[in-house]
């Protein structure tokens, strides 16, 4: 059990990017549903919970079951692994040559605001695109 003294300051705080633990303190999601005990009231392996997994805005782990900020994909480290599969976190990554005005992550290409007046190719498999606010004719 984890030892929650002088965790009354984090009753009401909100957890960006985090686990909430109930009525005390954030976890990150990493840490939701892999089969340990994090949080104080358990609420981090609640069945309900691990059954209906979802990751808004953030990537989900196919075989560990847990979420990744978007930070933790492509950074080098395989946070998604179990006995099965390791490191799909890192196995999207890798667009190829990014174009010099836009920003690649992964297999996402973002060109937004670039004045570009076409779409970037790739050598590699393109899952997103964003193009917002340039000049496509």
Do not use: W
Not at 4 to 11: F, I, K, R
Not at 95 to 118: E, M, R, Y
């Amino acid at each position: 059990m984890v030892n929650v003294h002088g965790t009354s300051h984090c009753l009401f705080y909100v957890c960006p990017f985090h686990f909430k633990c109930a009525n005390t303190f954030c976890i990150p999601h990493k840490y939701v549903c892999d089969n340990i005990f994090d949080c104080p009231e358990e609420d981090d392996e609640f069945q309900s919970l691990c059954n209906n997994l979802t990751c808004h805005h953030m990537f989900k782990c196919v075989y560990g079951s847990h979420c990744l900020h978007p930070d933790r994909v492509c950074d080098g480290y395989k946070d998604c692994s179990d006995n099965t599969f390791h490191g799909e976190d890192e196995a999207v990554c890798g667009i190829g040559v990014c174009h010099p005005k836009c920003f690649c992550h992964g297999h996402a290409l973002s060109c937004t605001s670039t004045n570009l007046t076409s779409i970037p190719t790739s050598d590699k498999k393109m899952l997103a695109l964003l193009f917002r606010g340039n000049d496509r004719h």
